[in-house]
């Protein structure tokens, strides 16, 4: 069997696969993608720089989230404004977002896809059934590989979109930010976020997360 880049499947260990592919599209889009993680459920590949909100960073993060351009094909207008009230709820309760652009100090964008990948499989050679990807950058972006970060959480399973995505956004939080606290349901975040979108965005931000 082969996927749609014309490799064979049939014997290639899921990890190493996973890995082959991270590198065919580092080669295709001119940058080193890095496999985080691989698991049955989930697959998390980077882009670009590993950026990290923490600290005193935490208190001085104007945030942008760019909602407008946040529109799931597979989904309703309705459907996919539920998944932006997700979003801006639950980063809500983390940082302070801003109403425009020029405002922040960083950018945030959210993307979603529900097509079946088999180019991507998980350990149980199980194909990729979708994915949410997060972006943040450093504003004024300098360098895009420097300043921005692009995590892309590929899940193995059928899922509702609002579940995939609360869950998903949810491990970005404990993952990217410091917090004593949840809004998804454990910590919650020493900061707060307010979403606006004044429809200009760009690029895929990211933060770190430590115990308090």
């Given at each position: 069997?082969?996927?749609?880049?014309?490799?064979?499947?049939?014997?290639?260990?899921?990890?190493?696969?996973?890995?082959?592919?991270?590198n065919?599209l580092?080669?295709?889009?001119?940058?080193?993608?890095?496999?985080?993680?691989?698991?049955?459920?989930?697959?998390?590949?980077?882009?670009?720089?590993?950026?990290?909100?923490?600290?005193?960073?935490?208190?001085?993060?104007?945030i942008?989230?760019?909602?407008?351009?946040?529109?799931?094909?597979?989904?309703s207008?309705?459907?996919?404004?539920?998944?932006?009230?997700?979003?801006?709820?639950?980063?809500?309760?983390?940082?302070?977002?801003?109403?425009?652009?020029?405002?922040?100090?960083?950018?945030?964008?959210?993307?979603?896809?529900q097509?079946?990948?088999?180019?991507?499989?998980?350990?149980?050679?199980?194909?990729?059934?979708?994915?949410?990807?997060?972006?943040?950058?450093?504003?004024?972006?300098?360098?895009?590989?420097?300043?921005?970060?692009?995590?892309?959480?590929?899940?193995?399973?059928?899922?509702?979109?609002?579940?995939i995505?609360s869950?998903?956004?949810?491990?970005?939080?404990?993952?990217?930010?410091?917090?004593?606290?949840?809004?998804?349901?454990?910590?919650r975040?020493?900061?707060?976020?307010v979403?606006?979108?004044?429809?200009a965005?760009?690029?895929?931000?990211?933060?770190?997360?430590?115990?308090?």
């Amino acid at each position: 069997m082969r996927n749609y880049y014309g490799l064979r499947l049939a014997r290639v260990p899921a990890i190493l696969f996973f890995l082959c592919f991270a590198n065919i599209l580092a080669t295709t889009f001119g940058n080193a993608r890095e496999v985080v993680s691989l698991t049955d459920e989930f697959g998390v590949l980077r882009d670009f720089a590993q950026i990290t909100i923490k600290g005193p960073d935490l208190k001085s993060a104007r945030i942008f989230i760019d909602t407008d351009r946040f529109v799931v094909r597979s989904l309703s207008d309705e459907e996919s404004a539920k998944l932006r009230h997700i979003a801006i709820d639950g980063l809500g309760s983390h940082l302070t977002l801003v109403k425009s652009k020029d405002e922040a100090n960083y950018l945030i964008q959210i993307r979603m896809g529900q097509d079946t990948n088999y180019a991507i499989r998980n350990p149980k050679r199980q194909p990729s059934r979708g994915y949410v990807m997060i972006s943040i950058c450093k504003l004024p972006i300098q360098k895009v590989s420097e300043d921005c970060e692009n995590l892309q959480y590929d899940y193995f399973r059928a899922y509702e979109a609002k579940d995939i995505f609360s869950r998903v956004m949810h491990m970005w939080v404990e993952a990217k930010l410091e917090t004593s606290t949840s809004a998804f349901g454990e910590d919650r975040a020493v900061v707060t976020l307010v979403a606006c979108s004044d429809g200009a965005g760009w690029g895929w931000l990211c933060a770190s997360r430590r115990a308090r």
